[in-house]
């Protein structure tokens, strides 16, 4: 599963503070796996998602006898009733999410404090060997601007090229890219090497890429050390990717299932789309052509039948997985 909406709210709003529907809302299904890394603060909010998605966020109002309710000052919902649970406002903790990555990315975790966000956090280090250590920080920023500075900072205090980790690509302007290729430095965006199992975070394929990478890069080791220290692919890593293909299916059908009575009692039931195969490969962090393969090549007939019944309108009714 792709944490994908969870780095872009991340780089859209590096303070990574919003009350939990707000977080329910902008991480969909895969909220399970953020929410080890969320903690309440002491504030609350002034506005909190409307009740139906794309509705105006509503307006929170505390009455005198200490009830409150969201207003929608459009008119177009009807008034909430709110806990203050409800409001209160949640924030990614910068030491919790330093370990998910460290555990996710196999990072030896810093011993300093991890920090703030916005801003940089040192992770650790990456060891490809004894003796080689390389430093991993992560760069929350707001804008180009601020996610420069920062780079600055790291490289000038890196004694060797660092892995930088940022959300995503969108602050990677020319100037960005410069820096850390004048530092032999590497960037990398989070939503394209970590992925989730449920609630447990692991490292992409796409990880290994930006390693090796990063060791030609910053003339840590020769191409040949590097085409050798590469591990073969292995059968284990196609079973996986049957066993996380199964596991997204199932999660579309039992959505297209909903989707499906929701729709008849309308008067008109609907099927839903099913997944594309580069969509699922993107959400398990492999190739299209692993999906393919697993699909039309691997003996697995729940995998088959699954896939196949996702356009079956009839089997996604009767589905019980």
């Keep these: 599963m792709l944490l994908d909406l969870f780095w872009q709210f991340i780089e859209a709003r590096p303070t990574g503070t919003a009350v939990m529907a707000e977080w329910r809302e902008r991480c969909g299904s895969a909220l399970p796996a953020i929410e080890p890394v969320l903690v309440p603060t002491a504030h609350h909010a002034t506005a909190h998602p409307a009740p139906k998605p794309g509705g105006p966020p509503l307006r929170v109002v505390r009455h005198r006898n200490g009830q409150l309710v969201g207003v929608c000052d459009e008119g177009r919902t009807d008034r909430v009733n709110l806990s203050l649970d ?152 196609r079973a996986a990717a049957i066993d996380g293909l199964k596991r997204e299916l199932r999660e579309h059908l039992r959505s297209a299932k909903a989707h499906f009575h929701t729709t008849a009692e309308r008067g008109e039931p609907t099927l839903l789309p099913r997944p594309e195969q580069q969509d699922l490969a993107k959400r398990l962090g492999v190739s299209k052509a692993t999906v393919t393969r697993c699909i039309n090549k691997e003996p697995d007939a729940e995998l088959k039948l699954l896939w196949s019944g996702a356009e079956n309108i009839d089997y996604v009714r009767k589905f019980r997985g």
């Design 86 to 237: 409800d409001v209160v406002l949640h924030a990614v903790n910068p030491g919790e999410l330093r370990r998910q990555l460290c555990v996710a990315l196999n990072i030896k975790t810093a011993h300093e404090p991890a920090g703030t966000l916005p801003g940089s956090v040192r992770l650790g280090h990456w060891e490809p060997r004894p003796a080689l250590q390389i430093p991993v920080f992560l760069i929350a920023s707001p804008d180009e601007a601020t996610l420069l500075t920062a780079l600055h900072e790291v490289l000038a205090g890196a004694k060797k090229p660092p892995i930088v980790l940022t959300p995503g690509r969108s602050h990677w302007s020319e100037p960005v890219k410069a820096a850390a290729d004048a530092a032999r430095a590497t960037l990398a965006p989070l939503c394209e090497i970590v992925v989730a199992d449920g609630a447990a975070w692991r490292a992409a394929d796409a990880w290994q890429a930006f390693q090796f990478g990063h060791l030609e890069r910053a003339g840590l080791a020769t191409p040949a050390q590097i085409r050798a220290a590469k591990p073969k692919k292995k059968r284990e890593s």
